[in-house]
């Protein structure tokens, strides 16, 4: 079936500064894009709608200068958690929408801790 | 607004038993539902899904019916196998498409041999 993946898988930072997460879709092409993000015990809430060669798409609350959103292929969708700081501690998934299908297809998420 | 209540786990069962998932919702308009699981180490999957009104989505033993009368979309199975252990969401579309996702808390299954 279809793969998505994400990279890294969880990462540890400094308050302050910079996290890049991929996601890919690996053998499919996905013109849509999801980001999503987690906090324990709590439902995936949805930050942007990425497109392929446009600007994403921010749900109302989600800061779009915080979390820079590249799509710049059909294959590869990148989130930027810029000067992360501690609140921003959270697990992130990505999922990408098969083109021809509309099936999303999910990555197996990035936890991101900040201290 | 849009919303999915389901039933806080996590659930417990021995193998064999009978699995029921309470999932509500709340929508405007006419909504497509799904369920997805999440096996350890692994992103979500579609389980089953139903786009309209009484459509039952069923898949690997599971089954859920779309109730607008009492807006649910409980998940069910029959027999639960250990295998089966997986965190468990319900979740909506607005639109009736699979953009724009709204999902429930989810529920953590365990099956115990």
């Known amino acids: 079936g279809a793969v998505v993946s994400q990279h890294p898988s969880w990462v540890i930072c400094k308050s302050g500064t910079s996290v890049k997460i991929e996601c890919r879709s690996l053998?499919?092409?996905?013109?849509?894009m999801f980001w999503y993000r987690q906090f324990p015990k709590q439902s995936l809430m949805l930050m942007a709608t990425s497109n392929e060669g446009s600007k994403a798409t921010y749900e109302q609350g989600v800061e779009k200068d915080k979390f820079l959103i590249n799509h710049a292929s059909l294959t590869l969708s990148t989130l930027t958690v810029t000067s992360a700081h501690p609140e921003d501690s959270s697990f992130y998934i990505c999922s990408a929408q098969d083109s021809y299908t509309d099936t999303q297809y999910f990555g197996p998420g990035t936890r991101l801790t900040v201290l | 607004g849009n919303s999915v209540t389901q039933m806080e786990g996590p659930v417990t069962l021995s193998e064999e038993a009978f699995l029921t998932i309470n999932c509500t919702y709340t929508a405007t308009g006419y909504p497509s539902l799904f369920w997805y699981v999440q096996y350890p180490g692994e992103g979500l999957q579609l389980l089953l899904k139903a786009t309209k009104a009484d459509d039952k989505g069923s898949n690997k033993g599971f089954e859920a019916t779309y109730r607008k009368e009492t807006t649910s979309f409980h998940l069910e199975k029959g027999s639960v196998q250990v295998s089966d252990s997986a965190v468990y969401f319900c979740a909506l579309s607005p639109q009736g498409g699979s953009e724009k996702l709204v999902f429930g808390k989810g529920t953590k299954l365990t099956v115990n041999p």
């Open positions: 053998d499919f092409q996905a013109t849509t």
